[in-house]
């Protein structure tokens, strides 16, 4: 969304200047004319951001019941959720009322700029300027409050897609599958990342083992309860490597990979 500067001027002439004791002219008339058209625009974008917001918000508000009445064992996550879903709809709703009366103000001073002519005294033309100066104070305030709730709302979003998917996974895990390194001529290689994964079950976060099933018995695995363990020391041959994820005592998923090592 644009942002209008009373100073710098909408279309990069500067408004009549309010200070001066002059008369003015068909030229500052126009430019006054110019100004309420952008500002109107704005107003109108600002309409539409709120709506669009609403929408979502909306939205918001009936996936968070659906899942209340779904999973009652969220039931202190989920109304965090919609203590701040409420929190943003109260915020959207004054922005929405602060915008339907910055319309109505606008209204009123496109119905008064339209009648303006030229070679008047100036007076009211005068107050309209900062009338205009007033009304894009608002528009770049309530642009900085919609901008401030569009991103609370993606955030909201994001919350409650994770909420929605957390209890429908299954414990799982990856080892990234088999892979195959060379020697290239030393006698030893060192520094074999693998990667792996893991799925989250039931708001659980597994811990992570990687463990040598078999081969030769002098590699070291580092970093073996991460999900990319670095291998070092292996000769040529090949290795069976098993990743576990452990989520409680009853819970646990492995995977192996066979790590060759050609010469």
Do not use: H
Request: with cysteine; charged share 30%; net charge negative.
């Amino acid at each position: 969304m644009a942002r209008l500067n009373i100073a710098d001027k909408v279309t990069g002439t500067p408004l009549p200047d309010v200070n001066e004791d002059r008369k003015f002219t068909a030229g500052d008339c126009n430019k006054i004319k110019t100004a309420i058209n952008e500002i109107d625009t704005e107003v109108t974008d600002l309409t539409t951001e709120v709506g669009g917001l609403t929408t979502k918000v909306t939205g918001l508000t009936t996936r968070v019941s659906d899942v209340e009445t779904q999973d009652d064992d969220r039931e202190q996550e989920i109304l965090g959720v919609k203590r701040t879903v409420d929190r943003v709809s109260d915020g959207l709703a004054e922005t929405d009322t602060e915008v339907a009366g910055l319309t109505t103000k606008v209204n009123d001073l496109t119905t008064e700029v339209g009648e303006i002519t030229t070679e008047v005294d100036g007076t009211r033309e005068k107050e309209i300027v900062r009338e205009l100066a007033e009304a894009i104070t608002d528009i770049n305030e309530l642009n900085d409050k919609i901008i401030t709730i569009n991103g609370k709302v993606g955030t909201l979003i994001t919350t409650v897609n994770y909420i929605e998917t957390m209890g429908s996974l299954d414990p799982d895990v990856s080892n990234g599958g088999n892979k195959t390194v060379s020697l290239a001529g030393e006698k030893r290689l060192d520094g074999v990342v693998l990667i792996g994964s893991a799925t989250t079950f039931n708001r659980m976060i597994p811990s992570i083992i990687w463990e040598k099933v078999s081969g030769d018995d002098g590699i070291i695995i580092s970093r073996e309860t991460s999900l990319s363990p670095i291998i070092s020391n292996l000769l040529a041959g090949s290795y069976v490597i098993k990743i576990t994820a452990r989520y409680d005592e009853d819970t646990e998923v492995e995977k192996r990979m066979t790590l060759t090592v050609n010469q």
